[in-house]
């Protein structure tokens, strides 16, 4: 018999409220998250689920407050305080970015033992060393958002916080790397399609997720593996001059990373993308639900969809069957490599960006400039 509403404990009822916002959260890491949180922190949480914050967003949200949450219990003892004073803000700069060299010679420098020890255990600290700059500036930075939310302004824009940051990032110097080290661009796809020959179930479904992919705008992996029957339309054939008229398919892509509460982005598939597509649903009999799902040993299609990092894993598999480094490509590839190859193609970084749904001018130009820049006249003077 299920307990009566009066005797839940402080986390099965924070569980419960995080099964509200269940669509958008970690399903597994539920009881992980009831025990960290706060009820004000859930509270917090869905909130922004009814104002209308991107799931990815909100995902990589809780994340973080869940690791501030962890860090905040074995540095201090007792949960993160709302604000949190200067002085703590300070304290998760010195844990977080520190100098190896340093450390060698004194232990105390940095993030100390027992508190490495106690996020290590819980599975919140996987790598050696200080943390990427990116990494703390992201977290602090919703560490603001979340405090905001809460009605109050905390120190993060003090001098003191500033300085700490910059002073750290020069004592320990990180070159930055890039998502993926080569963008899948028209003549990679070409030879990953390649290995997708047959009529296999698990050929067609990875045909359909690569040129769905590439062909909606470089969709991430998350949205792809996300994708569900009920987000397409279809649209009318698109005309050709002397050819058959060509299958054209509209994506509903609700809201996005880029995109607010109340837009619904819309993205189009034509031609040759729609087909490998249609043929994967008519051949796994998928007409509702998740449209791209894991494929047993016998061939058996769950009705549970794929997830993100299993995207990634195609994409590394394709790679290696047709000859490729596998470590040089990774779901980000196809994301740059549709930027990257309109600019090949002669295509407007308006036009492109209007498929690849980057809100960011400055973002996508940093992919299409590239491309331009190396057959530019500018790069040929000899």
């Given at each position: 018999?299920?307990?009566?509403?009066?005797?839940?404990?402080?986390?099965?009822?924070?569980?419960?409220?995080?099964?509200?916002?269940?669509?958008?959260?970690?399903?597994?890491?539920?009881?992980?998250?009831?025990?960290?949180?706060?009820?004000?922190?859930?509270?917090?949480?869905?909130?922004?689920?009814?104002?209308?914050?991107?799931?990815?967003?909100?995902?990589?949200?809780?994340?973080?407050l869940a690791y501030l949450e962890a860090w905040g219990l074995a540095a201090t003892g007792?949960?993160?305080?709302?604000?949190?004073?200067?002085?703590?803000?300070?304290?998760?700069?010195?844990?977080?970015?520190?100098?190896?060299?340093?450390?060698?010679?004194?232990?105390?420098?940095?993030?100390?033992?027992?508190?490495?020890?106690?996020?290590?255990?819980?599975?919140?600290?996987?790598?050696?060393?200080?943390?990427?700059?990116?990494?703390?500036?992201?977290?602090?930075?919703?560490?603001?958002?979340?405090?905001?939310?809460?009605?109050?302004?905390?120190?993060?824009?003090?001098?003191?916080?500033?300085?700490?940051?910059?002073?750290?990032?020069?004592?320990?110097?990180?070159?930055?790397?890039?998502?993926?080290?080569?963008?899948?661009?028209?003549?990679?796809?070409?030879?990953?399609?390649?290995?997708?020959?047959?009529?296999?179930?698990?050929?067609?479904?990875?045909?359909?997720?690569?040129?769905?992919?590439?062909?909606?705008?470089?969709?991430?992996?998350?949205?792809?593996?996300?994708?569900?029957?009920?987000?397409?339309?279809?649209?009318?054939?698109?005309?050709?001059?002397?050819?058959?008229?060509?299958?054209?398919?509209?994506?509903?892509?609700?809201?996005?990373?880029?995109?607010?509460?109340?837009?619904?982005?819309?993205?189009?598939?034509?031609?040759?993308?729609?087909?490998?597509?249609?043929?994967?649903?008519?051949?796994?009999?998928?007409?509702?639900?998740?449209?791209?799902?894991?494929?047993?040993?016998?061939?058996?299609?769950?009705?549970?969809?794929?997830?993100?990092?299993?995207?990634?894993?195609?994409?590394?598999?394709?790679?290696?069957?047709?000859?490729?480094?596998?470590?040089?490509?990774?779901?980000?590839?196809?994301?740059?490599?549709?930027?990257?190859?309109?600019a090949n193609r002669g295509i407007p970084l308006p036009e492109a960006m209007e498929q690849?749904?980057?809100?960011?001018?400055?973002?996508?130009?940093?992919?299409?400039?590239?491309?331009?820049?190396?057959?530019?006249?500018?790069?040929?003077?000899?």
């Amino acid at each position: 018999m299920a307990k009566p509403k009066t005797s839940l404990t402080a986390v099965e009822r924070r569980a419960e409220e995080l099964d509200t916002i269940a669509a958008v959260l970690p399903i597994e890491r539920r009881d992980e998250l009831a025990e960290l949180l706060t009820d004000q922190d859930v509270e917090t949480l869905r909130h922004l689920v009814n104002q209308g914050m991107g799931d990815n967003t909100l995902r990589a949200l809780t994340s973080d407050l869940a690791y501030l949450e962890a860090w905040g219990l074995a540095a201090t003892g007792s949960s993160l305080p709302w604000p949190a004073p200067e002085a703590l803000l300070l304290k998760f700069v010195a844990h977080h970015l520190w100098d190896p060299e340093r450390r060698t010679a004194d232990p105390d420098h940095g993030m100390p033992a027992e508190v490495d020890e106690n996020l290590r255990s819980q599975g919140f600290l996987k790598s050696v060393g200080p943390h990427a700059p990116a990494t703390v500036r992201r977290r602090l930075a919703n560490w603001s958002t979340l405090t905001r939310w809460r009605g109050f302004d905390g120190a993060f824009a003090s001098p003191a916080l500033k300085s700490a940051i910059r002073l750290a990032i020069r004592a320990v110097p990180r070159q930055r790397g890039r998502k993926s080290a080569k963008a899948v661009t028209g003549d990679v796809l070409a030879k990953l399609l390649a290995t997708c020959a047959t009529d296999s179930l698990r050929d067609l479904r990875d045909r359909a997720i690569l040129m769905v992919a590439f062909a909606s705008g470089g969709r991430r992996r998350s949205e792809i593996a996300g994708l569900r029957r009920e987000q397409l339309t279809v649209e009318p054939p698109i005309p050709v001059e002397n050819g058959a008229p060509l299958p054209s398919l509209a994506i509903h892509l609700g809201r996005t990373k880029t995109s607010n509460g109340e837009q619904d982005d819309i993205v189009y598939l034509t031609g040759r993308p729609v087909e490998a597509l249609n043929a994967w649903m008519v051949a796994a009999k998928i007409e509702s639900g998740s449209v791209f799902r894991g494929i047993g040993r016998w061939g058996t299609v769950s009705k549970r969809a794929i997830d993100p990092q299993s995207v990634n894993a195609i994409i590394k598999q394709r790679a290696e069957m047709a000859g490729l480094d596998a470590g040089e490509f990774s779901a980000h590839g196809i994301r740059s490599g549709y930027l990257t190859e309109a600019a090949n193609r002669g295509i407007p970084l308006p036009e492109a960006m209007e498929q690849s749904r980057h809100r960011s001018v400055q973002q996508a130009s940093s992919y299409y400039n590239n491309a331009t820049r190396r057959s530019g006249r500018a790069a040929r003077m000899l």
